[in-house]
């Protein structure tokens, strides 16, 4: 009887729904809404180091996130990325974006913007956290170093 009820456990246990933040790229947009001038990983790298030099040219930050989740129920999920920075006159900001998404079947990308006054007035990126939930419950995140 125990040895049928170790067999059994484990196959509940895959039925669980789990979820993650695979990847997740902040990326200096220009005056025109682009990231890089060519398609090239390549070129858009050496884009952003350019972006980052020359702020002026900076229009926002879009994040792009690459999420999973195993076992998808029909409920909504929440992407949400929270922001710290440096503003004006060495003041802390703070600054939460979400944006409600639809299960992947395998993976998928989404992207959330700061961009126009909101970007302008949040200064520099210091840390960023991005998270997975599910109503109330956390299925993944993602931070950088300093967070």
């Known amino acids: 009887m125990i040895l049928l009820l170790l067999a059994v456990l484990p ?87 979400e944006q409600e998404a639809q299960p992947p079947l395998l993976r998928r990308w989404n992207s959330l913007v700061l961009g126009g006054a909101d970007y302008k007035n949040f200064g520099e990126l210091v840390a960023w956290r991005a998270t997975l939930w599910r109503g109330d419950q956390l299925l993944g995140e993602q931070k950088s170093f300093l967070w």
């Open 11 to 97: 196959a509940f246990a895959e039925g669980t729904e789990k979820g993650r933040i695979v990847k997740m790229l902040p990326l200096f947009l220009d005056l025109k809404g682009h990231d890089a001038i060519s398609p090239s990983l390549y070129d858009r790298d050496a884009y952003q180091a350019y972006l980052h030099r020359h702020t002026n040219d900076i229009s926002a930050i879009r994040f792009d996130i690459l999420w999973q989740v195993k076992n998808p129920s029909a409920a909504k999920y929440n992407l949400r990325i929270e922001l710290q920075g440096i503003g004006a006159g060495g003041k802390p900001t703070r600054r939460m974006l």
